[in-house]
């Protein structure tokens, strides 16, 4: 029996820095939980000599991965330095090493997720990931153990607090976009290159996460869709407000006889609902289950401490089965087999902004164009605080199929008065 566990802990960054205080400040409270101490032996990073305001002493700092790695004393490692080759090459040295692994790296474990879990099963070691979604929230774990014997039908929410938070300032403090951005960043939130943020592949990364263990099923990145806030034009947030909207970087994903059909892009909720209040680094996520139905999990979805809240839930979770020597017994093997569904069938709500030139007739050949495809609409909006000679025409549809979306996308392109679709977002949540 170990009467002390040590960490290896790659990173001391956002992350990395807020492991080490809640090992520090929660020190006797894990050790009531867990019989034994729990200490940080070595911790790897790229620059030694930076200054870092921290308990912990220098000497423990270094830039050698294989001196952690062979340091026998080191139980488990907490690998939080991010982006994929080298954490996944630690990750997998590491698992070789008969040492387990606690990541938050969520783009290793949407890429390499199943390969390296089978690694970790091969050496008899626990991959634990609860923080590469939500931050805080204790997603993984509900759906590994909460919702275990429920089936899944459904996942939908807000799964990034990058652009939860831009599109908030921008919403509530009429912030710019660059602000924004750059606020997100200073307090932590983004990713090393924010374009992950922003264009949707994080959120697109947790959303294969999610969706592979809630369906127990491979997902693929390439099997997401992904629009990120580059499709969001001047002037769509405060468009959408006055309808009731507020627009959100959601992810969905859906599974049924068909197949899975998982997607991240802006959707306009309507203010009633609970998402729309989601505000800042905030993250929420709905889970439908056959057994249960609806469910939601609310809470930070970055930032140093509520991270750090989720690597250390793993750390006591390897740790307990450290102590009582059954580490890597989990299977993870998917139930089911790939099955996507056809992009094109996927039924939405849409809501279109249309640029066009103000003239008699028009709204007539527009509304024309959606019966063509046989497309019930909802709302016909014509916003004409534009110029003397063009106007904004909102159109919101009924239910219609993504390829009637861009049939009716391509007629309207075709049609001379218009001048453009500025927009179009997927409407949720009636
Ligand atoms: P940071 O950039 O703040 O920290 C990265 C740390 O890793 C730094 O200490 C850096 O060293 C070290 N590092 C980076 N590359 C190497 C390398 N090649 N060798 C040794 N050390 C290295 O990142 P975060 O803490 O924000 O993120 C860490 C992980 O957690 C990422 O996978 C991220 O996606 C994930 N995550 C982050 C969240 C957040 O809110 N920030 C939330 C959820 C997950 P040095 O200090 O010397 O520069
Ligand atoms: N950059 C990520 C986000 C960190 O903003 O959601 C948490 O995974």
Redesign the pocket.
């Known amino acids: 029996m170990k009467n002390e566990i040590n960490i290896g802990l790659?990173?001391?960054?956002?992350?990395?820095?807020?492991v080490a205080k809640i090992l520090e400040n929660h020190q006797e409270d894990l050790r009531h939980k867990l019989g034994v101490p729990v200490e940080i032996k070595k911790v790897?990073?790229?620059?030694?000599h930076?200054k870092?305001d921290t308990a912990l002493s220098s000497d423990i700092f270094t830039?050698d991965?294989n001196e952690i790695l062979e340091d026998p004393s080191i139980d488990l490692i907490v690998?939080?330095?991010?982006?994929t080759c080298?954490?996944k090459e630690a990750i997998e040295s590491s698992l070789r090493a008969g040492k387990g692994v606690v990541?938050?790296?969520?783009?290793?474990m949407a890429e390499y997720g199943p390969g390296l879990l089978q690694l970790a099963d091969d050496n008899k070691c626990d991959l634990f990931y609860e923080?590469?979604v939500g931050?805080g929230i204790p997603l993984i774990r509900t759906l590994e153990d909460g919702l275990a014997s429920d089936r899944i039908s459904a996942l939908t929410g807000i799964v990034n607090?990058t652009t939860n938070f831009i599109l908030t300032k921008m919403k509530h403090d009429k912030m710019s976009y660059e602000d924004a951005l750059a606020e997100a960043t200073e307090l932590?939130?983004?990713?090393?290159d924010p374009s992950a943020d922003v264009d949707g592949i994080?959120a697109a990364r947790k959303m294969v996460i999610l969706a592979s263990l809630a369906f127990s099923t491979e997902v693929l990145l390439e099997d997401v869709f992904v629009r990120g806030l580059k499709e969001i034009r001047d002037g769509d947030l405060e468009l959408a407000e006055q309808f009731g909207y507020t627009v959100k970087l959601a992810g969905s994903a859906k599974k049924n006889s068909d197949g899975i059909e998982v997607a991240v892009e802006p959707v306009l909720f309507p203010n009633s609902h609970p998402l729309a209040s989601v505000n800042n680094?905030f993250n929420a996520v709905y889970v439908y289950g056959d057994a249960v139905g609806e469910t939601m999990f609310y809470g930070p979805?970055?930032?140093?401490l509520?991270?750090a809240t989720?690597v250390t839930g793993d750390i006591v979770a390897a740790c307990r089965n450290l102590l009582m020597g059954v580490n890597g017994k989990r299977p993870h093997a998917p139930q089911y087999e790939r099955k996507v569904k056809s992009d094109e069938t996927k039924l939405a709500r849409y809501f279109h902004r249309i640029r066009v030139r103000d003239e008699i007739g028009v709204l007539t050949k527009l509304t024309a164009i959606y019966s063509s495809q046989g497309a019930s609409l909802a709302t016909v909006i014509q916003h004409s605080d534009k110029t003397e000679t063009d106007a904004d025409l909102i159109f919101i549809t009924h239910q219609i199929s993504r390829k009637q979306h861009l049939n009716i996308v391509a007629e309207l392109n075709q049609t001379p008065e218009v001048i453009g679709l500025l927009s179009h977002y997927r409407v949720e949540g009636e």
């Open positions: 790659l990173g001391f960054g956002v992350v990395g820095s807020g790897l990073v790229k620059d030694q930076k870092r830039t991965l690998e939080v330095i991010g982006g080298e954490a990541t938050a790296n969520k783009d290793v923080a590469s931050g607090g932590g939130f983004a990713e090393a994080d680094e979805g970055a930032g140093s509520p991270t989720s």
